[in-house]
């Protein structure tokens, strides 16, 4: 008997012993494991920093974590991480994992996380990371069998301290989640769950187009519900949601499945007026306690019917009214009062289209000041009719009194006496006779000063005058700082993009004085440095151009400030379309010269793309190396240079974070024209302690014109000649971001004038040799070399070549007497066969512009048809969105055929080429055979 004790307390020993040291034993192959098929199913990089696997952490239940997680995505969303956790915590029921038909789950945990959700426009998103299986029969065999032989089951699931950031650039959609905890508790393996779920959001930002719906909104949230199995539905028991101050509660139930069935209610309790004020944040956030408030308030909803993947909506319902309410903080000295607003909106089962939104009511005393309003709207989808007013005439600095300011004071006067009536379809087809719109808004004498933005802003006047047709702004003006602008315009469409979120187009012509660059980027608030942990890498200081604007702007500027450059009188034009911002014919003075250019700035990609023609005419070298970022990098030895110089170059590049080109991006080439410029930098001078002679310590470059290119992060000139102590050179070679320098000097010097190696000055040779000089090193620590150590071998070189030279001389004295004769027959040869290939010629370019021709005449045509079928569209989104599909197809199958058309084109015209230079070849050596020229 004690042998069996002794036996079994050995086992249960070694079973202890195994529990505990086969998760440490085999950690690193568990861990490479999840590694690899992480990364074998996942598009971009898994990261893990590290993995542990317990079961005396909650024995008998095994835990697995992960901790520092991150999730990066590929291609256009290299570098951009999907989910940072710091931890992911998953425990498991022991014997439900051995028994294999159940496993239960006892509780999911993710911790510190960072979430970042990214939709492009062209629909392209940043969680689309599953790689596709390439076995998908496999797949779902085995998914098949997975099913039907183990079922799992969760008791628990919590996120803490979670931040969310929902990016939709195609839906136009945004929401920014801080601080997210939530706890979701219930046994999902019984047949009826009971769960609970306890949710707190320390701010929530909610943003749909240009309106936002919810801005730095508190967030907490008690839902009780139960869940029905077999049945799939979903019932709502006891619940409560506050947003900020405002309580709202639910009741009803949701019958999952392929199609949703919906009965659902909502309501806010309370009547309290103080409620609907805490979603405002900036009233919110300030002594909210301490204010006072009366009136009444009231809320309530619905949702009834299915939901599927039809367009068929089921109906809904919203109800909210103010009645006679104010609000005034004790320690100012206004408020506001008589506050009176009903919204109503309502759709039975239907389209969305059947939307209608009334508000027939809302007014009230503004600091004793009347503001009026009305909107109703009907077909928001289809064709959108509207009839709305708005009337009010405020003195702003009455309204500053009215709630705290912190750093933040303003004057001025609003006036605002708009009435708009009518349907989108009548405002598109100008049929002025059903539409009735009239009305001034105007802001004058407006000034604002805050810590956030370190300069005055002032508008003296801005007026826009309502007509059905366009809204003209006859003056604006105004300045910020020492900026100045005025100026007039028209914006065209207005209605058309407010309702339905079409193209807003304007024209305008702005003129200024003076603008200052330098102190508007001082006065701007500094970027808040980026969180190291943060889920996006998207950087947010990019300027995106909204595609719905078509703009095109008309600017005159007598002065720029920009760094240390002064722009006079700068001009041209400013096009922004389809997010893209262009600039057309742009000129202006500085450095003693002239710049021009022409270009675009593309916001639409991740990281935005500029591309740019630019020609700069007899710019003061030195000012413009100094002054001159792309020079300042490239070429710093213009820095110590004088003289003038031109030039013309193309260049493109992505811009970073901070808008400036990244210039391991840039690509350019062009040509640099220089005027009388001497260069004098320290690598010449090196060179001229290495030659023993001040004299080639500077570089003439006189008029010369220097062709250079910039690609992958290196400026390269082709061969370009010069002058060094009075001696002609040719200077190749380049330079690069990171200073690097490869550059060949190659010239002829006096012997007599520089300092040789001891074994070339005991050759006594006289006159000029041949020297060739390597530039390496850097910019500031270059490093010179020279031929001189195979200068021997060289002279004995250039003797023999003398000694051949006078041979050849003389043969070729005889050789030209004695074929004088068959010179001419070969230039009769030649003619004869520059005459085939000029032929030729001509007739490949006729080919090659025939088709050139043709190939436009059909891409014309394409858009010719194009515009006619979005314009038999009319207003209806609908078919409007259907013709410029097709206009977009007609463009593209135009642009293959014409692309096909012409390198067939191309391909006839080098063949008659190719034929005419081979029957020139047969001419010249059936010449030279006769002539039989002796070489």
């Known amino acids: ?85 710091g931890n992911i915590s998953v425990e498991i029921d022991l014997f439900s994992a051995i028994s294999g038909t159940q496993l239960e789950i006892e509780s999911i945990v993710i911790s510190d996380a960072d979430l970042y959700v990214l939709i492009l426009p062209d629909g392209t998103a940043n969680y689309d990371i599953a790689r596709e299986s390439t076995d998908s029969t496999a797949v779902e065999e085995e998914s098949g069998e997975a099913s039907a032989a ?52 320390e701010s929530l930002d909610v943003a749909m187009g240009s309106a936002s719906y919810l801005r730095q909104t508190k967030v907490e949230a008690n839902v009780n519900m139960n869940f029905v199995t077999e049945s799939g539905v979903l019932t709502l028991e006891d619940n409560s949601v506050v947003l900020n101050g405002l309580t709202l509660n639910a009741e009803g139930s949701v019958k999952m499945g392929d199609q949703m069935d919906l009965d659902l209610k909502f309501n806010a309790p309370s009547t309290s007026f103080a409620e609907v004020l805490s979603l405002i944040p900036e009233i919110f956030y300030r002594d909210f306690e301490d204010i006072q408030t009366s009136g009444t308030f009231a809320l309530n909803g619905f949702v009834k019917g299915t939901l599927d993947e039809s367009d068929v ?46 508000i027939p009511k809302m007014s009230g005393l503004l600091a004793n000041q009347p503001v009026d309003a009305r909107l109703h709207l009907e077909h928001p ?213 002239e710049i021009a250019m022409d270009g675009t700035y593309d916001s639409r990609p991740l990281q935005p793309e500029v591309l740019f023609g630019m020609n700069l005419k007899e710019l003061n070298v030195a000012e413009a190396a100094s002054t001159i970022s792309m020079l300042k990098t490239y070429a710093p030895i213009l820095e110590k240079a004088t003289g003038n110089l031109s030039t013309s170059f193309d260049m493109n590049a992505f811009l970073g974070s901070d808008m400036t080109p990244d210039l391991s991006t840039v690509s350019a080439s062009g040509i640099l024209k220089t005027i009388g410029l001497k260069v004098e930098p320290d690598v010449m001078q090196k060179i001229a302690s290495k030659l023993n002679n001040d004299e080639y310590g ?40 990171d200073q690097s320098l490869n550059y060949t000097i190659d010239t002829k010097l006096p012997i007599n004038s520089i300092k040789v190696p001891q074994e070339v000055a005991a050759l006594g040779i006289t006159g000029d040799i041949d020297v060739q000089l390597e530039i390496g090193g850097t910019v500031t620590s270059p490093t010179i070399s020279t031929n001189f150590g195979s200068i021997t071998q060289g002279i004995q070189n250039q003797v023999q070549q003398i000694i051949q030279s006078s041979i050849d001389s003389a043969k070729g004295a005889a050789i030209d007497r004695v074929n004088e004769e068959a010179e001419k027959i070969m230039a009769a040869a ?82 008659l080429e190719d034929e005419a230079q081979q029957r020139a070849d047969r001419i010249i050596a059936e010449a030279e055979a006769r002539a039989k020229i002796d070489n």
């Open 1 to 85: 008997m004690k042998k069996i004790l002794r036996f079994f307390f050995i086992l249960i020993l070694l079973l202890l012993a195994a529990v505990f040291l086969l998760p440490i034993i085999f950690k690193d192959q568990i861990f490479d494991m999840v590694n690899e098929e992480s990364n074998n199913h996942i598009k971009g990089e898994v990261v893990i920093e590290d993995m542990s696997l317990s079961l005396f952490s909650d024995f008998p239940n095994l835990t697995l974590g992960l901790d520092g997680l991150d999730v990066i995505g590929e291609g256009d969303f290299a570098d951009m991480s999907l989910v940072k956790a």
């Open 150 to 201: 183990y079922s799992l089951s969760l008791k628990e699931f919590r996120l803490d301290h979670v931040n969310l950031v929902y990016d939709d650039r195609q839906g136009d959609m945004y929401a920014k989640i801080d601080d997210l905890n939530h706890r979701l508790s219930g046994d999902f393996s019984e047949d009826v769950v009971d769960m609970t779920t306890r949710t707190t959001i």
């Open 313 to 358: 909506l089921p109906a809904l319902g919203l109800n909210l009214s103010v009645a006679n309410a104010s609000f005034k903080y004790p320690d100012l000295p206004a408020g506001a009062e008589k506050l009176n607003v009903e919204v109503h909106i309502s759709k039975p089962v239907g389209t969305a289209d059947a939307t209608v939104i009334d």
């Open 381 to 593: 989808i289809s064709d959108p009719e509207i009839d709305m007013y708005v009337l009010a005439d405020l003195d702003l600095v009455k309204v500053e009194q009215m709630v705290p300011q912190e750093d933040l004071t303003y004057r001025g006067r609003v006036v605002t006496d708009l009435a708009v009536k009518g349907k989108m379809s009548d405002f598109e087809k100008q049929n002025l006779s059903a539409v009735e719109v009239g009305g001034n808004v105007a802001l004058s004498k407006f000034s604002a000063t805050t810590s956030s933005f370190g300069l005055p802003v002032e508008i003296d006047t801005v007026s826009m005058a309502w007509e059905p047709e366009l809204v003209r702004i006859p003056v604006m003006s105004g300045k910020m700082g020492k900026s100045d602008f005025n100026g007039s315009g028209t914006l065209d469409n207005i209605m058309s993009y407010v309702l339905t979120d079409t193209t807003l187009r304007g024209r305008f012509r702005v003129n200024s004085t003076l603008l200052d660059l330098n102190e508007l980027a001082a006065a701007a608030p500094a970027s808040e440095a980026p969180v190291a942990d943060s889920a996006s890498s998207e950087p947010m200081e990019v300027v995106r151009i909204p595609t719905n604007i078509d703009m095109d702007i008309r600017a005159e500027v007598a002065e720029i400030l920009y760094d240390d450059m002064v722009l006079h009188e700068t001009r041209g034009q400013l096009t922004v379309v389809e997010g893209v911002a262009s600039l057309i014919g742009f000129k202006m003075e500085t450095l003693g010269g």
């Open 698 to 737: 500077r570089i003439l470059l006189g008029n010369s014109n220097i062709s250079f290119q910039v690609e992958n992060g290196r400026l390269s000139v082709q061969p370009f000649d010069v002058k060094i102590g009075g001696q002609s050179a040719t200077i190749s070679g380049s330079n690069g971001l």
């Open 830 to 911: 030649r003619e004869q066969a520059q005459k085939v290939k000029d032929e030729a010629k001509r007739q490949a370019d006729r080919i090659r512009s025939e088709a050139r021709n043709t190939a436009q005449q059909i891409k014309d045509e394409a858009k010719r048809q194009g515009d006619k079928l979005i314009e038999e569209a009319g207003g209806n989104p609908l078919k409007k969105a259907a013709a410029e599909t097709a206009a977009r197809r007609l463009n593209s199958e135009a642009e293959t055929r014409a692309n096909q058309l012409i390198q067939e084109a191309d391909a006839r015209a080098k063949k």
